[in-house]
């Protein structure tokens, strides 16, 4: 027999059974982020916001792995689920010892606000670097692992997971308290809405949180549309506003005259939990009739049903046994690194990686992210025991004389506050001319890529407004270039960015790769691991061509609908290797694809094998195709192996303009490679993708 207490009621009833005996005050402030305790039924005050989208965040030490959209990059399900596993682990290990202190703060919490699975669907998007990329089914996949990882699989739930931000929401971070998302019928099913549906209906994503915007008039923490999608779907949880959205409702978008109005609209309308403050004003909006107690009824067992799930009211559960050494473990940190290994995205490369020490003396590390911690870190990130910068890991790695210069401050023209415009750019070009190899380490932080600043968030950053590095550094690359020494440029950053950097030897993109970044990037560098890492999101050429940010139609964005403009495509990462699929064949019982993948390189590597698929004849078909399958593999030089990949279920289906969803052709097109089958990244890779004509009957 189990050795925890046998629950003889059901959450549901559990939490039923609570609320019956809170009076409407008491109701009412368990409706809030910080809400209240009810001593007399043994109910404590919990605070509901944590956050934990690469590492429990703003709670003191803990593990930090690279930030979503590197994460993203890995394209591999499994991954992502143990990096969600470990962060629950902390999260409880945390919580549990927090719980013995009689710490139950912000952050605190067994609540995580993550997954963020919006679409990153315009590269200007300062908080893109928190999703998953730009692909709805990638986004799915990954998101439903994360969630999977983060909940468990036990009758209590590990800590709870969180669908954010639903829905439209990616950009403009300045305009989103008062910004109207216009979406068509098409582009929301086809695209906004799909990952919300998934974790829903898959992995049974205990909550749901709003965005500030509104969607097609209607604000998103009071959408009888979103309310109703999630009914639709059979949506079990509980939903929560983004922090102060509701205040926005009469403060910004001005739907609403009074905290009182604001209040009593998202309580009718399905909102649970406010963070923020704007639930204060339920008491009053109660008594005057805007709304009725029996809402603030079903809201409570909602919230008490989750706290009763987390096992909040039972004497023990499984995870109380989690003890704080699980923290930042070795083991943690070790696969920390694995995983900014695997997101690494080798961009270009003309033979000079991996670096062979043995022809070098000297290396030279340069750039204002050389050095950097807000380099690793992202947005939204815990405190490490142990950080590897760029510099840290090259230097630890190569025997010979490392030289370092800053270069350049990130994006302001001098470092020193009382220094000359380009007051390290002299030095720079001294270490490049004294080094025979040079590492170059540019690109952005979430000081200047970022979320909004606001009220309840930790920094005052936002969206970029082109797709350049800042002005300083494009000078340094010019000016290290120029000195014409073999030069590989590094960058950081969430998004996509083009260097200028046409006359460097290679180009990796590290996004924020956690706390043991610089370590992974030294061990691809000097070869120890192949770089594997493929781009969840298109890296454009420059935002001149992009379509208005405001526009929320997905015609030229994104893989699927682009025309134009791409430096290097959505699925597109080199290795030191050559992986080529050699055959495929598909097999309509089992919906599955087996592809016959060979490694006819000289290195042994990670490849992530790739199915896309075109509809031939449908109107309503994507520009021009779409990803339907993905699977990470290790395959050694030499070796062949057969990959079987389960395609995606909805794969044949096509989205028309009134957004009903169904398969409207019988002619397609499957293709599997390690790209995407488009011209450019056939040109880049030197790699064609097979294909295999599908008809059905």
Same mark, same amino acid.
């Given at each position: 027999?189990?050795?925890?207490?046998?629950?003889?009621?059901?959450?549901?009833e559990?939490?039923?059974? /609570?609320?019956?005996?809170?009076?409407?005050?008491?109701?009412?402030?368990?409706?809030?982020?910080?809400?209240?305790?009810?001593?007399?039924?043994?109910? $404590?005050?919990?605070?509901?916001?944590?956050?934990?989208?690469?590492?429990?965040?703003?709670?003191?030490?803990a593990?930090?792995?690279?930030q979503?959209?590197?994460?993203a990059?890995?394209?591999? %399900?499994?991954?992502?689920?143990?990096?969600?596993?470990?962060?629950?682990?902390?999260?409880r290990?945390?919580y549990?010892?927090?719980?013995?202190?009689n710490?139950?703060?912000?952050?605190?919490?067994?609540?995580i606000?993550?997954?963020?699975?919006?679409?990153?669907?315009?590269?200007?998007?300062?908080?893109?670097?928190?999703?998953?990329?730009e692909?709805?089914?990638?986004?799915?996949?990954?998101?439903?692992?994360f969630?999977?990882?983060l909940?468990g699989?036990?009758?209590?739930?590990?800590?709870?997971?969180?669908? =954010?931000?639903?829905?439209?929401h990616?950009?403009?971070?300045?305009?989103?308290?008062?910004?109207?998302?216009?979406?068509?019928?098409? %582009?929301?099913?086809?695209?906004?809405?799909p990952?919300?549906?998934?974790?829903?209906?898959?992995?049974?994503?205990e909550?749901?949180?709003?965005a500030?915007?509104r969607?097609?008039?209607?604000?998103?923490?009071?959408?009888?549309?979103?309310?109703?999608?999630?009914?639709?779907?059979?949506?079990?949880?509980?939903?929560v506003?983004?922090?102060?959205?509701?205040?926005d409702?009469?403060?910004?978008?001005?739907?609403?005259?009074?905290?009182?109005?604001?209040?009593a609209?998202?309580? =009718?309308?399905g909102?649970?939990?406010?963070?923020?403050?704007?639930?204060?004003?339920?008491?009053?909006?109660?008594?005057?009739?805007?709304?009725?107690?029996?809402?603030?009824?079903d809201?409570a067992?909602r919230?008490?049903?989750?706290?009763?799930?987390?096992?909040?009211?039972?004497?023990?559960?499984? !995870?109380?046994?989690?003890g704080?050494?699980?923290?930042?473990?070795?083991?943690h940190?070790q696969?920390?690194?694995?995983?900014?290994?695997?997101?690494?995205?080798?961009?270009k490369n003309?033979?000079?990686l991996?670096?062979?020490?043995?022809k070098?003396?000297s290396?030279?590390?340069?750039?204002?992210?050389?050095?950097?911690?807000?380099?690793?870190?992202g947005?939204? @990130?815990? $405190?490490?025991?142990?950080? =590897?910068t760029?510099?840290?890991?090259?230097?630890?790695?190569?025997d010979?004389?490392?030289? @370092?210069?800053?270069?350049?401050?990130l994006?302001?023209?001098t470092?020193?506050?009382?220094?000359?415009p380009?007051?390290?750019?002299?030095?720079?070009?001294?270490?490049?001319?004294?080094?025979?190899?040079?590492?170059?380490?540019?690109?952005? %932080?979430?000081?200047?890529?970022?979320?909004?600043?606001?009220?309840g968030?930790?920094?005052?950053?936002?969206?970029?407004?082109?797709?350049?590095?800042p002005?300083?550094?494009?000078?340094?690359?010019?000016?290290?270039?120029?000195?014409?020494?073999?030069?590989?440029?590094?960058?950081?950053?969430?998004s996509?960015?083009?260097?200028l950097?046409?006359t460097?030897?290679?180009?990796?993109?590290?996004?924020?790769?956690?706390?043991?970044?610089?370590?992974?990037?030294?061990n691809?560098?000097?070869?120890?691991?192949?770089?594997?890492?493929?781009?969840?999101?298109?890296?454009?050429?420059?935002?001149?061509?992009?379509?208005?940010?405001?526009?929320?139609s997905?015609?030229n964005?994104?893989?699927?609908?682009?025309?134009?403009?791409? /430096?290097?495509p959505?699925? @597109?990462?080199?290795?030191?290797?050559?992986?080529?699929?050699?055959?495929l064949?598909?097999?309509?019982?089992?919906?599955?694809?087996?592809? /016959?993948?060979?490694?006819?390189?000289?290195?042994?590597?990670d490849?992530?094998?790739?199915?896309?698929?075109?509809?031939?004849?449908?109107k309503?078909?994507?520009?021009?195709?779409?990803?339907?399958?993905?699977?990470?593999?290790h395959?050694?030089?030499?070796?062949?192996?057969?990959v079987?990949?389960?395609?995606?279920k909805?794969?044949f289906?096509?989205? %028309?303009?009134?957004?009903?969803?169904?398969?409207?052709?019988?002619?397609f097109?499957? !293709?599997?490679?390690?790209n995407?089958p488009?011209?450019?990244?056939?040109?880049?890779?030197?790699?064609?993708?097979?294909?295999?004509?599908i008809e059905?009957?």
């Amino acid at each position: 027999m189990d050795k925890y207490k046998i629950r003889t009621l059901s959450a549901q009833e559990r939490a039923e059974d /609570l609320v019956s005996k809170m009076t409407v005050e008491e109701k009412v402030g368990q409706l809030s982020h910080s809400a209240s305790a009810v001593e007399r039924l043994g109910v $404590t005050k919990y605070n509901w916001w944590n956050e934990s989208l690469h590492g429990v965040a703003r709670a003191g030490t803990a593990t930090m792995f690279p930030q979503a959209i590197g994460l993203a990059a890995i394209f591999d %399900d499994q991954t992502m689920k143990r990096v969600a596993e470990i962060c629950s682990t902390e999260a409880r290990a945390k919580y549990n010892q927090n719980i013995k202190n009689n710490d139950n703060g912000i952050y605190k919490g067994l609540t995580i606000w993550s997954p963020n699975i919006n679409i990153f669907r315009d590269p200007r998007w300062g908080r893109g670097q928190e999703t998953y990329g730009e692909c709805p089914f990638l986004t799915s996949r990954l998101g439903i692992a994360f969630v999977e990882g983060l909940q468990g699989d036990k009758e209590v739930l590990k800590t709870s997971a969180c669908a =954010k931000h639903f829905a439209c929401h990616s950009g403009p971070e300045g305009l989103r308290h008062e910004f109207d998302a216009e979406v068509g019928k098409k %582009d929301m099913n086809e695209t906004y809405l799909p990952a919300f549906e998934a974790l829903v209906k898959e992995a049974n994503v205990e909550s749901v949180m709003g965005a500030y915007n509104r969607v097609n008039g209607e604000p998103a923490c009071a959408s009888e549309f979103l309310t109703g999608k999630l009914a639709q779907w059979g949506f079990k949880g509980h939903f929560v506003s983004d922090c102060w959205a509701i205040r926005d409702f009469h403060t910004k978008h001005m739907i609403t005259s009074t905290p009182e109005e604001s209040a009593a609209l998202a309580l =009718k309308l399905g909102c649970d939990c406010n963070c923020g403050d704007t639930y204060e004003y339920l008491l009053s909006a109660i008594k005057a009739g805007l709304v009725s107690e029996d809402y603030a009824t079903d809201s409570a067992i909602r919230l008490m049903r989750t706290r009763v799930k987390l096992g909040m009211f039972d004497e023990s559960c499984e !995870y109380d046994e989690i003890g704080y050494d699980v923290v930042s473990s070795h083991e943690h940190k070790q696969f920390s690194r694995e995983c900014a290994e695997k997101s690494m995205v080798l961009l270009k490369n003309n033979g000079l990686l991996p670096i062979d020490r043995s022809k070098y003396k000297s290396i030279g590390v340069i750039g204002p992210n050389a050095a950097s911690l807000d380099a690793l870190r992202g947005n939204y @990130y815990g $405190t490490c025991d142990e950080y =590897k910068t760029f510099l840290d890991g090259i230097r630890e790695a190569f025997d010979g004389r490392t030289y @370092y210069s800053e270069g350049s401050h990130l994006f302001k023209e001098t470092i020193q506050p009382l220094g000359e415009p380009g007051d390290s750019y002299a030095e720079a070009i001294a270490v490049a001319e004294h080094s025979d190899i040079v590492v170059l380490c540019v690109g952005l %932080d979430a000081t200047i890529e970022g979320e909004e600043g606001d009220t309840g968030n930790a920094f005052a950053a936002g969206d970029k407004s082109d797709l350049y590095l800042p002005r300083s550094q494009r000078t340094l690359v010019s000016k290290v270039l120029a000195v014409n020494k073999p030069t590989i440029i590094v960058m950081a950053s969430g998004s996509s960015l083009n260097p200028l950097g046409n006359t460097a030897d290679a180009i990796i993109q590290a996004w924020y790769p956690g706390q043991l970044g610089g370590k992974a990037l030294a061990n691809i560098l000097f070869g120890e691991v192949s770089p594997s890492g493929k781009l969840p999101v298109t890296f454009y050429e420059n935002a001149d061509l992009l379509p208005d940010f405001e526009d929320y139609s997905m015609k030229n964005r994104t893989y699927r609908y682009l025309e134009n403009n791409v /430096l290097y495509p959505f699925g @597109y990462g080199l290795t030191y290797s050559k992986v080529v699929c050699k055959s495929l064949d598909y097999n309509s019982v089992t919906n599955t694809a087996n592809v /016959l993948v060979e490694n006819i390189g000289n290195y042994d590597t990670d490849e992530v094998i790739q199915l896309y698929i075109s509809d031939e004849t449908s109107k309503w078909a994507v520009r021009n195709h779409k990803l339907c399958g993905f699977k990470r593999i290790h395959i050694k030089k030499g070796e062949s192996v057969e990959v079987k990949i389960t395609i995606s279920k909805d794969a044949f289906d096509i989205v %028309d303009q009134e957004g009903r969803r169904y398969v409207d052709s019988k002619k397609f097109t499957l !293709y599997a490679g390690v790209n995407q089958p488009d011209t450019l990244s056939e040109d880049l890779t030197g790699v064609q993708c097979t294909k295999y004509q599908i008809e059905l009957l």
